[in-house]
């Protein structure tokens, strides 16, 4: 092989290298395209799913509020008729023991004044004796006092 041969063969093979590290670059550019435009509709379709998920994240947020909305009307409406059955079961427990006491009350009115009578007539019934015993008391005293009267009065006579 001639010097001139070895050349050409070196010349072919560096142009066959430059050649391949260019079809090589081309290669990259493509893939990179390829990776590229892949990238970008990936980046396209998260963004619809972001888009998407903040959406829903409104919804199903306003949907919460809602239901909140909806358990807080629900608990006051339960508290107001708790309430009202609660104070009205007062009242009646009030009603009631008003009724029981003013029951009571007279029942202890009629009882005191049945013991009063009682107490009255006894009362009366010891006046009368005691006042049967002063008449007797009183007619025996006067009886003394014409008696002492009497004699006295024959005493200075005689």
């Known amino acids: 092989m001639t010097e001139a041969s070895k050349i050409e063969k070196a010349n072919a093979l560096a142009k066959e290298v430059f050649l391949a590290n260019l079809g090589l670059a081309g290669k990259v550019f493509e893939q990179s395209q390829e ?32 239901r909140g909305e909806k358990v807080q009307n629900d608990a006051v409406s339960k508290f107001e008729s708790s309430k009202t059955q609660v104070t009205s079961k007062i009242e009646s427990s009030k009603s009631q023991a008003i009724a029981k006491f003013n029951d009571t009350k007279a029942q202890a009115i009629a009882k005191f004044e049945e013991l009063k009578s009682e107490s009255n007539t006894a009362v009366e019934a010891q006046l009368k004796t005691l006042r049967d015993g002063f008449e007797k008391v009183k007619s025996k005293v006067s009886r003394s006092a014409a008696e002492a009267t009497d004699v006295v009065a024959e005493a200075t006579a005689s």
Request: hydrophobic share 35%; net charge positive.
């Open 35 to 66: 990776v590229f435009k892949q990238t970008e509709a990936k980046i396209k379709e998260t963004e619809t799913k972001a888009k998407d998920a903040y959406s829903k994240r409104n919804e199903f947020f306003d949907s919460l509020v809602a």
